[in-house]
């Protein structure tokens, strides 16, 4: 495993680029992922990678074991499998699936741009690192059937978006199979023998070379851009087949400083520059056709203009199941996504394009997101959020959850004079809040949890929704009790029981019943704990599924037998048995049944 690191246009991408090129013609086996920063799906970049891997020779001999695993993460967690998938079944299989491979033939994955990556995404890379290095060490393989298996990251260290990607990093700096690699800006021989290569001329004056590497500091992108621009305005000119330079005109230039300027002075000329804009909006590979239909040119005058720009070497061609095209550099997306003034149109453009056809949900969000399409885009945003939930996602569902309540706020303040309109936003603004609150939780990221409970509980009595109102209580007594706030989490448990009670809803009582008895409990008052257990189980059918009372009869089995009262440990186990046995609940049943043993 290596990790190459390096700012924006140093080379990480060329170099991973000769890499590919390097392995393939020696017979290895290429898959590739991109980490991107807004509309990214549930362990992005490894779905782009899956669906290389389902192609290659031989893949689908493992299919039948592990065709599941990768069902679930090509279509977002709806092909199926129950909502909520095991997350370490899910990685473990897809890491078994890749080594499986590996062990048919050498195979290189390429991972770029992991500055962006998602925690999902970041532990599915060390599970597969994990395992790899398990099979490597272990004894039981003979050499020929060992995984070869070259694995090749890419990040900028200047735009990590969060801690995890240093945490992973720190984890394996000292491990014999990772090695990290820095690229440096090139020195002054360095960059005359780029600029020595791409004239292909056997010297370069040292004064010129120090020029350049005085406008761009030694970064390989901005030296061919500006060589590029030098070029075509002239002060490099060639001459009976020979390069000749200006120093008069270098001179009188005034060169642009920054590579987003060189960028724009670079593309400006261009007559293809549309076809970049719509490839900077789509923000991924795109075809042919889906490019006529965003710029309104036919296609063959778009595939005519695609070949004009792969010449030029702004954009890449990347063979599939089809053929598409994208931008060559991630930074060049970035200036001409910076350029336009028609952001919003253009976003909505791509999502009129998509709607209906076979991209992410959370591709189609991101779009009318940013288009801002009021309430249409809100549901997509949550249902790309709930995708990524049942894959185990939580942190990439939390983030478009994030997005979709900052688009609900912004909406209602527009619609405030719409009594309809309004209404509807508040009733998506406390769905959305109620899936990012369960996310939190997940995460343990229990005081921001409280904070949108907070909000939904406020969302609810807006919306008159009592039952809202007392799930909202409910949770904030669960918070403050996990928080070890028990006065507030007792506050907030009586709140929702007098809700409940008051509108005659059975499961908030329950709920609110079992809250308050795990408190007393944990202040060492089981009789009163049992007494409010005795009081929810009158509302056991309302409760569902009876896993939130055989672990409460569990815990109060488990507090008796601390007193060496196990008569009555044995009682309550049994009982917790026979809520298992009625739910058809296999996992509670076996922690009844173990306690039980004990």
Same mark, same amino acid.
């Given at each position: 495993?290596?990790?190459v690191r390096?700012?924006?246009?140093i080379?990480?991408t060329?170099?991973?680029?000769?890499?590919?090129?390097?392995?393939?013609?020696?017979?290895?086996?290429?898959?590739?992922g991109?980490?991107?920063k807004?509309?990214?799906?549930?362990?992005?970049?490894?779905?782009s990678?899956?669906?290389?891997?389902?192609q290659?020779e031989?893949?689908?001999?493992?299919l039948?074991?592990?065709?599941?695993?990768?069902?679930?993460?090509l279509?977002?967690?709806?092909?199926?499998e129950?909502?909520?998938?095991?997350?370490?079944?899910?990685?473990?299989?897809l890491?078994?699936?890749?080594?499986?491979?590996?062990?048919?033939?050498?195979?290189?994955?390429?991972?770029?741009?992991?500055q962006w990556?998602?925690?999902?995404?970041?532990?599915l890379?060390?599970?597969?690192?994990?395992?790899?290095?398990?099979?490597?060490?272990?004894?039981?393989?003979?050499?020929?059937e060992?995984?070869?298996?070259f694995?090749?990251?890419?990040?900028?260290?200047e735009?990590?978006?969060g801690?995890?990607?240093?945490?992973?990093?720190?984890a394996?700096?000292?491990?014999?199979f990772?090695e990290?690699?820095?690229?440096?800006?090139?020195?002054?021989?360095?960059?005359?023998e780029?600029?020595?290569?791409m004239?292909?001329?056997?010297?370069?004056?040292?004064?010129?070379?120090e020029?350049v590497?005085? $406008?761009?500091?030694?970064?390989?992108l901005?030296?061919? /851009?500006?060589?590029?621009? !030098? *070029? %075509? &305005?002239?002060?490099?000119? @060639?001459?009976?087949?020979?390069?000749?330079?200006?120093p008069?005109r270098?001179d009188a230039?005034?060169?642009?400083?920054?590579?987003?300027?060189?960028?724009?002075?670079?593309?400006?000329?261009?007559?293809?520059?549309?076809?970049?804009?719509?490839?900077?909006?789509?923000?991924r590979?795109?075809?042919?056709?889906?490019l006529?239909?965003?710029?309104?040119?036919? $296609?063959?005058a778009?595939?005519?203009g695609l070949?004009e /720009?792969l010449r030029?070497? !702004? *954009? %890449? &061609?990347?063979?599939?199941? @089809?053929v598409?095209?994208?931008?060559?550099?991630?930074?060049m997306?970035?200036?001409?996504?910076?350029?336009?003034?028609?952001?919003?149109s253009?976003?909505?453009?791509v999502?009129?394009?998509?709607?209906g056809?076979?991209a992410?949900?959370?591709?189609?969000?991101?779009?009318?997101?940013?288009a801002?399409?009021?309430?249409?885009?809100?549901?997509t945003?949550?249902?790309?959020?709930?995708?990524a939930?049942?894959?185990?996602?939580?942190?990439?569902?939390c983030?478009?959850?994030g997005r979709a309540? @900052?688009?609900?706020?912004?909406?209602?303040?527009?619609?405030?004079?719409?009594p309809?309109?309004?209404?509807?936003?508040?009733?998506?603004?406390?769905?959305?809040l109620?899936?990012?609150?369960?996310?939190?939780t997940?995460?343990?990221?229990?005081d921001?949890?409280?904070?949108?409970t907070?909000?939904?509980?406020?969302a609810?009595?807006?919306?008159s929704?009592?039952?809202?109102?007392?799930?909202?209580?409910?949770?904030?007594?669960?918070l403050?009790?996990r928080?070890?706030?028990?006065?507030?989490a007792?506050?907030?448990?009586?709140?929702?029981?007098?809700?409940?009670e008051?509108?005659?809803y059975?499961?908030?009582?329950?709920?609110?019943?079992?809250g308050?008895?795990?408190?007393t409990?944990?202040e060492?008052?089981?009789?009163?704990?049992?007494?409010?257990?005795?009081?929810?189980l009158?509302?056991?059918?309302?409760?569902?599924?009876?896993?939130?009372i055989?672990?409460y009869?569990?815990?109060?089995?488990?507090?008796?037998?601390?007193?060496?009262?196990?008569?009555?440990?044995?009682?309550?186990?049994?009982?917790?048995?026979?809520?298992?046995?009625?739910?058809?609940d296999?996992?509670?049943?076996?922690?009844?049944?173990?306690?039980?043993?004990?």
């Amino acid at each position: 495993l290596v990790f190459v690191r390096g700012e924006s246009g140093i080379g990480k991408t060329r170099l991973v680029r000769e890499l590919r090129r390097r392995v393939q013609l020696r017979g290895a086996e290429v898959v590739r992922g991109t980490c991107r920063k807004h509309q990214a799906r549930g362990y992005d970049p490894f779905v782009s990678v899956f669906q290389q891997v389902v192609q290659l020779e031989g893949a689908g001999a493992d299919l039948e074991q592990f065709g599941w695993a990768v069902s679930e993460l090509l279509t977002g967690g709806k092909s199926g499998e129950s909502r909520g998938v095991d997350r370490l079944r899910l990685v473990d299989s897809l890491a078994e699936l890749l080594i499986a491979q590996a062990t048919r033939q050498p195979l290189v994955l390429t991972l770029e741009n992991l500055q962006w990556a998602r925690e999902e995404t970041l532990e599915l890379l060390r599970h597969l690192y994990r395992t790899l290095i398990a099979v490597l060490t272990g004894s039981g393989a003979e050499p020929g059937e060992r995984p070869q298996l070259f694995i090749v990251c890419t990040y900028r260290p200047e735009e990590t978006r969060g801690p995890e990607l240093g945490q992973a990093l720190e984890a394996l700096r000292h491990d014999r199979f990772f090695e990290e690699m820095r690229l440096k800006p090139l020195g002054s021989d360095d960059t005359a023998e780029l600029i020595r290569s791409m004239l292909g001329v056997p010297s370069v004056p040292r004064p010129f070379v120090e020029r350049v590497m005085q $406008e761009t500091r030694g970064n390989p992108l901005f030296v061919e /851009l500006l060589m590029e621009e !030098l *070029v %075509e &305005r002239g002060v490099v000119d @060639r001459a009976r087949g020979l390069w000749r330079l200006d120093p008069a005109r270098l001179d009188a230039l005034e060169l642009p400083t920054r590579v987003h300027d060189l960028v724009l002075s670079r593309l400006d000329r261009l007559p293809q520059r549309e076809l970049l804009e719509w490839l900077a909006v789509v923000d991924r590979a795109a075809d042919a056709s889906l490019l006529s239909e965003l710029s309104g040119a036919p $296609e063959s005058a778009v595939d005519d203009g695609l070949n004009e /720009l792969l010449r030029r070497h !702004l *954009v %890449e &061609r990347v063979e599939g199941a @089809r053929v598409v095209y994208q931008l060559s550099h991630a930074r060049m997306r970035e200036v001409l996504y910076a350029s336009l003034e028609d952001r919003a149109s253009r976003h909505s453009a791509v999502a009129r394009a998509l709607r209906g056809g076979e991209a992410p949900t959370s591709e189609l969000a991101h779009h009318q997101l940013e288009a801002g399409l009021g309430l249409e885009a809100i549901k997509t945003a949550r249902s790309a959020a709930e995708r990524a939930a049942s894959l185990a996602a939580s942190e990439r569902a939390c983030e478009l959850f994030g997005r979709a309540l @900052r688009a609900a706020h912004d909406q209602e303040a527009l619609a405030k004079d719409d009594p309809k309109a309004l209404q509807a936003l508040r009733e998506e603004r406390l769905a959305v809040l109620r899936g990012l609150v369960h996310e939190l939780t997940s995460l343990e990221r229990l005081d921001e949890a409280r904070v949108r409970t907070l909000e939904g509980l406020e969302a609810a009595r807006l919306l008159s929704d009592g039952q809202a109102e007392v799930a909202a209580l409910t949770h904030l007594g669960t918070l403050n009790a996990r928080l070890k706030e028990a006065d507030d989490a007792k506050r907030y448990f009586f709140e929702a029981l007098k809700q409940a009670e008051r509108i005659e809803y059975g499961k908030g009582i329950g709920f609110s019943l079992l809250g308050l008895g795990d408190l007393t409990m944990e202040e060492g008052h089981l009789e009163e704990a049992r007494v409010y257990l005795e009081r929810s189980l009158r509302f056991e059918e309302d409760l569902g599924d009876g896993r939130e009372i055989a672990s409460y009869l569990r815990a109060l089995a488990n507090a008796f037998r601390g007193q060496g009262r196990y008569e009555e440990a044995i009682e309550h186990c049994e009982r917790a048995l026979s809520v298992d046995e009625r739910a058809g609940d296999r996992v509670s049943q076996i922690q009844s049944l173990e306690l039980l043993a004990d």
